[in-house]
């Protein structure tokens, strides 16, 4: 049974910053792709950032005009079938619950960012950013 695990989140003042990780367990996913999503209240679940494992290629998704990679970085560890997502210079606008998410397929810059490519999905970690 494939599960993915997050961990990481919390609560932070502007400007400070998390890790995520997410470790996945019951299978090797080194072919495929693993990404963050995250879901603010009364939201819709938006791409943040992906990691093409066959190539690894990262994919970042946008926020306030801005793309993510600017404060956002996605790192895999195909020894530890784990995924990090480092989060720096947060804003209010980050709060939200952010899932890992995880895939068998070869996806490329368009594919990554939609959600019914991955197959396995956690249960998320909160985040929270004040002012």
């Known amino acids: 049974q494939v599960q993915l695990l997050e961990s990481g989140g919390g609560s932070v003042q502007t400007g400070g910053s998390l890790k995520l990780s997410c470790a996945a367990s019951g299978r090797t996913f080194s072919s495929g792709a693993m990404a963050w999503f995250r879901q603010a209240p009364g939201k819709e679940r938006e791409f943040v950032a992906a990691?093409?494992?066959?190539?690894?290629?990262?994919?970042?998704?946008?926020s306030l005009g801005q793309s993510l990679k600017v404060r956002f970085t996605i790192t895999e560890n195909n020894a530890n079938n784990s995924v990090d997502l480092q989060l720096n210079d947060l804003k209010p606008d980050d709060t939200a619950v952010y899932y890992c998410?995880?895939?068998?397929?070869?996806?490329?810059?368009?594919?990554?960012?939609?959600?019914?490519?991955?197959?396995?999905w956690g249960r998320g970690t909160q985040v929270t950013v004040s002012s």
């Open positions: 998410a995880a895939g068998s397929s070869q996806l490329g810059p368009v594919s990554s960012r939609r959600l019914g490519e991955y197959d396995f």
């Open positions: 990691v093409t494992l066959w190539n690894g290629s990262t994919y970042y998704g946008q």
